[in-house]
C-alpha cells in the first residue's frame, strides 16, 4: 500500500537555521514525489517535485531510494518560509489519487 | 488565468439540510478530486474522479456524493450534514495522477 509519513506535526526554528522537513514513503514501484506548501490562509501549491530536481525559494529535496525518503532542506530558514509543507506520493501510472502525508507545520522564528 | 475554483467560500448551515459545493477548473484536466483538512490529520481524500462519469472514494467517502457529468465540473454534495463534517474542504484538479494538482482556494464549512 501506499503510505507518505510525515514524523514531525510541528516544527521550530530560528531564523538563518537550518530546516530539514522530513518525509518517509511506502510503494513497492517508482514514485513520482512532491512536496506542497500552504501559506496562511492560501491554497496549497506545489513547491517541487522530485524529478524536476529543480531549487524552489531555496528549497530542495532529494530522492533517497534506499531509505526511502524525500526529505526537504533548506541552508538559511526565513521568517516567510512559515507554513504548512505536506509531502505527497503519485504511483507510477498515475491512475491512483495522490497521497498526502499529514503534513508538517513551520514555525520560523525571528 | 489557469485555476480552480470553489463556491461558497465559508458557508455555515444546520444539521440535516443538503448542501453542495462546486468546483470547475478551466484546464482541461481529467483528474479531479475533493479533500477536507482538519487540524492534526492533514489532508484527507474524500472522492476522486479519473474522467467524465468516472468517480470513485477515497479515504474518507462517508456522507459525501460527487458527480461528474462534464470535464471541468466536479460537485461534492453532502445530502444530510453532520457537525462532523464541520472542515476545510479542497478540490484539486491534474493531468493526471502522476502531474501537479492545482487547488482551489477552499471551503470552510461549518455544520451547527
Known amino acids: 500500500a501506499q503510505r507518505v509519513t510525515q514524523p514531525e506535526k510541528l516544527l521550530s526554528v530560528f531564523k538563518g537555521a537550518p530546516v530539514e522537513l522530513k518525509c518517509n514513503y511506502s510503494?513497492?514501484?517508482?514514485?513520482?514525489l512532491f512536496w506542497y506548501v500552504q501559506y496562511s490562509r492560501q491554497r496549497l501549491q506545489l513547491l517541487l517535485r522530485?524529478?524536476s530536481r529543480e531549487s524552489i525559494k531555496g528549497f530542495t529535496a532529494d530522492l533517497n531510494k534506499g531509505e526511502t525518503s524525500f526529505h526537504l532542506k533548506k541552508p538559511f530558514a526565513q521568517e516567510e518560509d512559515s507554513a504548512m509543507y505536506y509531502c505527497?506520493?503519485?504511483?507510477?501510472?498515475?491512475?491512483?489519487?495522490?497521497?498526502f502525508g499529514k503534513g508538517t507545520r513551520l514555525s520560523v522564528i525571528a | 488565468e489557469a485555476q480552480v475554483t470553489q463556491n461558497p467560500r465559508y458557508l455555515i448551515t444546520v444539521t440535516g439540510k443538503k448542501l453542495t459545493v462546486t468546483c470547475s477548473q478551466n484546464?482541461?484536466?481529467?483528474?479531479m478530486s475533493w479533500y477536507r483538512q482538519d487540524p492534526g490529520l492533514g489532508l484527507r481524500q474524500i472522492y476522486y474522479?479519473?474522467?467524465?462519469?468516472?468517480?470513485d472514494k477515497g479515504d474518507v467517502p462517508e456522507g459525501y456524493k460527487v458527480s461528474r457529468k462534464e470535464k471541468r465540473n466536479f460537485p461534492l454534495i453532502l445530502e444530510s450534514p453532520s457537525p462532523n463534517q464541520t472542515s476545510l474542504y479542497f478540490c484539486?484538479?491534474?493531468?493526471?495522477?502522476?502531474?501537479?494538482?492545482?487547488f482551489g482556494q477552499g471551503t470552510r464549512l461549518t455544520v451547527v
Open positions: 484539486a484538479s491534474s493531468l493526471s495522477g502522476r502531474h501537479e494538482a492545482f
Open positions: 510503494y513497492s514501484g517508482s514514485p513520482e
Open positions: 522530485h524529478i
Open positions: 505527497a506520493l503519485a504511483s507510477t501510472s498515475g491512475n491512483t489519487p495522490l497521497v
Open positions: 484546464m482541461n484536466h481529467e483528474y
Open positions: 474522479s479519473m474522467n467524465v462519469e468516472v468517480t
